[in-house]
């Protein structure tokens, strides 16, 4: 059974308050009586006392339009025949919806409609999903009088450029749905209104086509379109779905709620739901469109092993892959002790499938040694605002922007990172709300249409902390602090260390000016908006966590929420924009080293023995090995095997050449996993994982929201991810079994006080929750820390700047910072497997116009980028979204190794990497005189991944001999001294290089003995 939701018509009445109570107003709709909150649509009315009003150019997502007439009605004591989409109700009022001249007045514009539009119902796509056939039969249309033959847009060509949908302008009956889609839900304003009367056509930006214009994808117009003229391309192909599963979009932390329409086993499209706590029926190109490496044939569903990574892979089954892994991890702990084997949990998995992986390391592998990929992204979310305010995650839900006065955005980039969020805060900023933007990177905020940041401090890298104690010390010393809600809510002993910490001079803007290189009168104007109007809301992303004062700087938010009281209520908080679809939830799930589920720390005997009784184990209490800890564990020689859960830590994790010597060294490495990844090659066991559409679980989302992830396919392994652990658990002698995922929450609502009363039938029923959810809060808590912290006061904590060690110096006088792009995700294992790619095909490195003369550099040019860990090749984009002296790019291609050059640093707290930070120089080109390797044991492979990176490079290009090309390039370095290395690696065979650079070598050794 498809799922179709029922559309109002027009949208409710926006309130000051959710809380606020609207006054109803009491009419009559074809004599049924109704009362409806001030300030509704007749249609709307109608709609929810059971009349449905024929309707073209109105649906709930949008404010009516009143162009299609074909929703008329009648009202008593009213002139005339009103559109009832554009006409509020009113008290006593009587609607009549039919009437002899109503049907005939409506059959006339359907009749207009239709006699310019092709009669091709039964091979249309849309046959059986088209509100435009629907409202043909609703208004009982039997014959058009004009006939078919005068001028009509029947010719039209089909816009075909999108990857996912296709623009078929002679269905089109101009009824502007999509052009305010994209304007209202959206809010990127990439389609008009071309032309006048009968030649009014859509358009797409100044080139006439989607892919060209400004569009980003995102589907809106697509949902909002009554006819076929905008349809899914999979749709078009494939026909119309037969049922619907709701599930949850596995990217990003926004969680939206998607429905996913299917024929038997395949996907026909994924359509965002309308009661989805968190997008409200709106989505991204991601959710929406990028769900095809589900079934990519480079997925492995079948268990692989090997005794050594240069084997080749073993196809074997379950029993031999899990008897093969356990049999290795007792045999390292039998030699090496208990602690030599760990595993890290994925922030991509359901909570259940993390859940149960945390505890297979503390229960079968008998120690703490678990972690999880947030320690490289949220981590010092976690710590600062626990430390602050008691619980490790952000203050608000999602709605709560609607009500915010003054937005401060920190290093973060909604537009491309969280967009469908990023659309609700642009819709707020459209309405009024000022916005602050503090980022090294001038983002798509800060100017886009109808948007423009009040405040943009432009700061360098790596002084974000800086930047924080000035906007603080101006709100202090000005005395614009909070007094009241301080006094009431914060623990008034450190109030007044932090008071007379901040009020020193050092951190007044003046001072920082030279660090954050920000005019102090910037400073101070961003500080008085955030203090003075209104609610104000912080949103904040990786560009605040990924730092070595990444903790000090969500502490010194947390500070200004408190001194200025935008905490605990609607429209202000400190929300952290969480990366990952589940990055809340897995840590949440006990996957850090030092905490059980519900962030409780393992050395508190109370909480271990709640576990204790329930496992049946001892728990260590003291804390386990951190991800680098790990790492260097491996190094050093005592650290011996891995459990990687969904996660590619050879490419995402800092120092990747590092990351591979400490995987090298070890004896077993085991990855579960949708693909052979970047670390799976440096593995022994691969564990075929399952795609979100096959899972059944929860994934919590950034505002602490739990949404249900159903199967809406089969296993293509056969198995949940889940019982794969428990297998791999009671092999290693911890029997662990559990009838369904459903069961696992149960065990976490058992064992966790804010999941208490959290369950699969609850969700069901109400469709999404957010934690803490208990006998105190059984239906969720949407808002934290509404009268009092969750620690009880407030504690203010002086943050003290320290510049980083990462510094711009002589050799490397460029700061390297990185972020994603709206098209890709993450490292790019799911987007770069779907046609996203036809946006983004490589990575680049945004440079400032007056930095790439000074080195010789253009548009488009190869360049190298070293730092003092290692090197790496990029194509170079001009660009002055930087100042001079900060580069940037993105990380989503294994082959631009973004993470080769970044460093050791990270946050004093966490040890979250530090990679918003690197000391770089970017040279022309590849030459050998920019490879700066202080390792030398690095050099061969760091020679083997320029090389595979030229050589896929010129593969690429269509128009170039790839082996020559390649050759050619390789020939830079060639002549210095680094012939022998590379060639007699190739030649024996003893690296893995792309077929073109073997070619290349042996051309080039060729070339050198003649
Ligand atoms: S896909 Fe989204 S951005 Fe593109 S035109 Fe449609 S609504 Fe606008
Ligand atoms: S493309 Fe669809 S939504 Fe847009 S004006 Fe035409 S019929 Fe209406
Ligand atoms: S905003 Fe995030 S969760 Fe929503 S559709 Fe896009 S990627 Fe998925
Ligand atoms: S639906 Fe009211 S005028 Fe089109």
Same mark, same amino acid.
């Given at each position: 059974m498809i799922l179709v939701e029922q559309d109002l018509g027009t949208p409710e009445p926006k309130r000051n308050s959710r809380h606020e109570v609207p006054r109803t107003v009491e009419l009559t709709v074809d004599g049924v009586s109704i009362a409806v909150p001030e300030g509704t649509s007749v249609m709307r009315a109608a709609a929810l006392a059971g009349v449905d009003i024929p309707k073209l150019c109105a649906t709930e997502k949008l404010e009516p339009f009143g162009s299609c007439r074909l929703c008329l009605v009648e009202i008593d004591g009213r002139k005339g025949t009103p559109a009832s989409c554009t006409t509020v109700v009113a008290p006593g009022m009587s609607v009549t919806t039919q009437s002899p001249k109503l049907e005939r007045l409506r059959r006339g514009v359907m009749e207009l409609y239709i006699s310019d539009h092709p009669l091709d119902c039964l091979s249309c796509p849309a046959n059986g999903d088209c509100e435009l056939q629907d409202m043909a039969g609703a208004v009982g249309l039997r014959e058009v009088r004009y006939g078919y033959q005068g001028e009509n847009h029947l010719d039209l060509p089909k816009d075909t450029s999108n990857p996912y949908f296709t623009f078929d302008s002679s269905k089109c009956i101009v009824c502007s749905r999509c052009v305010r889609a994209c304007e209202?839900? =959206?809010?990127?304003?990439?389609?008009t209104i071309e032309g006048r009367g009968f030649g009014s056509r859509v358009a797409a930006g100044a080139n006439g086509n989607f892919f060209d214009s400004p569009c980003v994808s995102c589907g809106a117009c697509v949902q909002a379109c009554p006819t076929a003229t905008l349809t899914e391309n999979a749709v078009i192909e494939h026909g119309q779905p037969r049922k619907t599963v709701l599930t949850t979009c596995a990217y990003c932390g926004v969680g939206c709620s998607f429905k996913a329409e299917m024929q038997g086993e395949e996907v026909v499209r994924m359509v965002p739901y309308k009661n989805g706590g968190a997008n409200e029926g709106h989505s991204c190109v991601k959710g929406r469109f990028a769900w095809g490496y589900a079934t990519h044939p480079d997925r492995v569903i079948q268990p692989l092993v090997r005794e050594s990574i240069d084997q080749d892979w073993r196809i074997v089954s379950w029993e031999e892959a899990i008897e093969f892994a356990a049999t290795r991890l007792k045999a390292i702990q039998a030699r090496h002790g208990r602690s030599s084997i760990g595993g890290i949990t994925s922030s991509r998995c359901t909570n259940e499938e993390v859940y149960v992986v945390q505890k297979m390391i503390r229960?079968?592998?008998? $120690?703490? $040694?678990v972690d999880t990929c947030a320690r490289v992204c949220h981590s010092p979310t976690g710590f600062g605002l626990k430390n602050a305010f008691g619980t490790s995650a952000g203050t608000q839900d999602f709605k709560s922007v609607e009500y915010a006065d003054v937005i401060l955005v920190i290093g973060a980039n909604p537009t491309d990172a969280h967009p469908v969020f990023a659309s609700r805060m642009k819709k707020r900023l459209r309405e009024g709300a000022r916005l602050i933007v503090v980022d090294p990177r001038q983002i798509d905020l800060v100017r886009s249409p109808h948007i423009q940041a009040s405040h943009f401090l432009q700061l360098r890298p790596g002084t974000n902390v800086a930047i924080i104690n000035s906007i603080a010390h101006v709100i202090v010393e000005e005395g614009l602090v909070n007094e009241r809600f301080v006094s009431e809510r914060c623990d008034p002993a450190a109030y007044q260390e932090w008071k007379t910490f901040i009020s020193n001079p050092e951190n007044s803007p003046e001072a920082t000016e030279p660090h954050t290189g920000v005019p102090a009168s910037d400073v101070r104007a961003a500080a008085r908006l955030y203090a003075t109007g209104g609610n104000a809301a912080i949103y904040y992303g990786l560009g605040v966590t990924e730092h070595s004062q990444g903790s000090t700087m969500v502490m010194g938010m947390a500070n200004l929420a408190m001194a200025t009281g935008n905490l605990g209520r609607d429209g202000v908080g400190v929300n952290p924009l969480r990366g990952q679809n589940n990055v809340q939830g897995a840590c949440d799930m006990g996957s850090f080293p030092h905490e059980l589920t519900g962030y409780r720390h393992v050395s508190d005997g109370t909480t271990r023995a709640i576990f204790e009784s329930f496992w049946g184990v001892k728990i260590d209490p003291e804390p386990g090995l951190r991800i680098p800890n790990m790492l260097d564990g491996a190094i050093d020689g005592h650290f011996k095997g891995i459990f990687v859960q969904g996660e590619d830590i050879a490419q995402s994790d800092p120092n990747t050449l590092h990351v591979e010597a400490a995987l090298r060294s070890m004896e077993l490495v085991i990855v579960q996993d949708l693909f052979v990844n970047e670390t799976a090659k440096l593995a022994h066991v691969f564990l075929p994982g399952t795609s979100f559409l096959e899972k059944d679980g929860t994934f919590t989302n950034a505002e602490r929201r739990i949404n249900r992830v159903r199967p809406a396919m089969r296993s293509k392994t056969g198995k949940q991810e889940w019982q794969v652990v428990c297998e791999l658990a009671t092999a290693l002698g911890h029997p662990m079994h559990y009838a369904s995922s459903s069961a696992i929450m149960d065990e976490i609502a058992t064992l966790t006080p804010t999941f208490a009363g959290m369950s699969f039938a609850k969700l069901d029923a109400l469709g999404s929750i957010q934690w803490p959810c208990n006998e105190q809060a059984p239906t969720g808590t949407?808002?934290?820390?509404? $009268? =009092?912290?969750v620690r009880g006061l407030g504690k203010f904590t002086a943050t003290p700047y320290v510049p980083t060690r990462e510094k711009s110096t002589r050799r490397f006088p460029l700061l390297l910072t990185t972020g994603r792009i709206l098209s890709q995700y993450n490292v790019g294992a799911q987007t770069r497997r779907t046609q996203n790619v036809e946006w983004h095909r490589e990575d680049l490195l945004e440079i400032h116009p007056s930095d790439a003369e000074t080195r010789g550099i253009h548009d488009g040019d190869t360049v190298t980028v070293a730092s003092r860990i290692g090197s790496t090749v990029l194509r170079a984009h001009l660009s002055e979204r930087m100042s001079p002296g900060v580069v940037y790019t993105t990380f989503h291609y294994p082959v631009s190794g973004a993470n080769v050059v970044t460093t050791e640093h990270s946050d004093w707290a966490t040890n979250c990497p530090e990679y918003k930070v690197t000391a770089v120089q970017v040279s022309p080109g590849h030459s050998a005189a920019t490879i700066e390797l202080d390792q030398p044991e690095h050099r061969l492979s760091a020679l083997v991944r320029m090389a595979n990176q030229i050589a896929r490079q010129w593969s690429a290009d269509p128009g170039a001999d790839a082996v020559e090309c390649t050759a050619r390039h390789l020939e830079s370095f060639w002549e210095h001294d680094m012939r022998s290395d590379l060639a007699s690696a190739v030649e024996a065979g003893s690296v893995t290089v792309e077929p073109v650079v073997s070619d290349a070598v042996r051309k080039l050794v060729a070339l050198a003995r003649t």
């Open positions: 209202e839900v =959206q809010g990127t304003f990439a389609l229960t079968a592998f008998g $120690n703490n $040694n949407p808002i934290m820390h509404l $009268n =009092q912290f």
